[in-house]
């Protein structure tokens, strides 16, 4: 008989039997059961293993993940943007609670950054940074600690001649994540953000930083918030999300739409249109395999079209824990096996 976890590993990722997307269309009614699962899978090495060695697991994983290292990753760059593609870097990690860690962090960002100049890349691929990775989330030293190494990260990145964006994380370091990237802008004010539009507090994050120059990526959000600071009806996340869409294509700043949803494509291309805003004055992102026919269909099209693309050796926490977090993330991950549209 097999055991618990391994049942649920094959639920995800496939096994060589027959009908196994069959069986993961028929998951879709019981994801939200799931979480915490996941979670302790996201930990589990030996399901790690399992997971990276299935034959059909590992061409899943690298459809979302190209590998662990900055050449695999930077190879992988290089493909997208010779189809046209934008490209966002994200060395994965998070949650860091390790001086060591988060300047190893650095580094590899560092190391990417060099190679992507190296390439010849740089105009067309930018790197996303999550605070918690390069010591956010530090006792006592946490928020110098970041914006020192997310300062030495931003002045590589001009040096390359590209740019960075601050990922955004769970509400409790919203407030962090914005005063880090105020100050940043002071020295870099080409330094991204990132705001969640199933957060409360979200228009009027969008208002203040609908500014000129002002770079702001908008993504629905993707943790577990409570009700008390985060819409939790997905209608409701729309609404927000159009809202704040209006917002920022109505500013002066650069919108960047990170969305798989063709309701809010079509919205947002409308509103572009509304507002008068010219192809190249924003920008839609996606995430590394999810919809990439969509992706194509925009770039060939004229607009701006950037893929959020992870890598590194945490690949495996990241993706078990993004499936965990909202059950629409495992949506999108399953319904993404099934069509590439």
């Known amino acids: 008989m097999t055991s618990a976890p391994y049942r649920l590993t094959c639920v995800l990722f496939g096994t060589p039997p027959n009908g196994a997307v069959g069986r993961l269309r028929r998951s879709l009614a019981s994801m939200s059961l799931l979480r915490e699962p996941l979670l302790l899978l996201s930990r589990s090495q030996q399901v790690k293993k399992l997971v990276s060695t299935m034959p059909v697991s590992a061409g899943i994983v690298r459809s979302y993940v190209p590998g662990e290292s900055t050449g695999s990753a930077v190879d992988a760059t290089a493909e997208l943007v010779d189809k046209g593609l934008s490209v966002t870097l994200d060395f994965l990690g998070e949650d860091t609670l390790d001086a060591a860690q988060a300047d190893a962090t650095v580094t590899a960002y560092l190391e990417l950054l060099q190679q992507l100049a190296a390439r010849g890349l740089a105009r067309s691929a930018e790197v996303s940074v999550k605070l918690s990775a390069i010591g956010q989330a530090l006792p006592d030293s946490g928020h110098k600690t970041a914006l020192e190494n997310a300062r030495t990260i931003c002045r590589a990145a001009r040096n390359a001649g590209t740019t960075v964006t601050l990922d955004m994380e769970d509400h409790t370091t919203t407030d962090s994540t914005l005063s880090i990237l105020r100050e940043l802008r002071k020295d870099f004010p080409e330094t991204g953000a990132v705001l969640q539009a199933y957060l409360h507090r979200t228009e009027a994050d969008c208002r203040a930083l609908a500014y000129e120059g002002s770079r ?39 919108p960047m739409i990170a969305t798989h949803d063709p309701r809010m494509v079509e919205i947002a291309s409308s509103l572009a249109a509304r507002y008068g805003r010219e192809q190249g004055t924003y920008e839609f992102q996606m995430l590394y395999g999810i919809r990439p ?49």
């Open 293 to 341: 026919e969509e992706q194509a269909r925009l770039a060939a099209s004229g607009e701006t079209m950037r893929v959020y693309l992870p890598y590194g050796e945490e690949w495996y926490g990241y993706l078990m824990r993004r499936l965990a977090e909202r059950p629409q993330n495992l949506s999108f991950f399953v319904k993404s096996l099934i069509s590439k549209k």
């Open 216 to 254: 702001v990526r908008l993504c629905k959000g993707a943790y577990n918030e409570p009700e008390s600071v985060a819409y939790q009806d997905t209608i409701d996340v729309d609404r927000s999300y159009v809202r704040c869409l209006k917002i920022l294509l109505a500013g002066q700043g650069y």
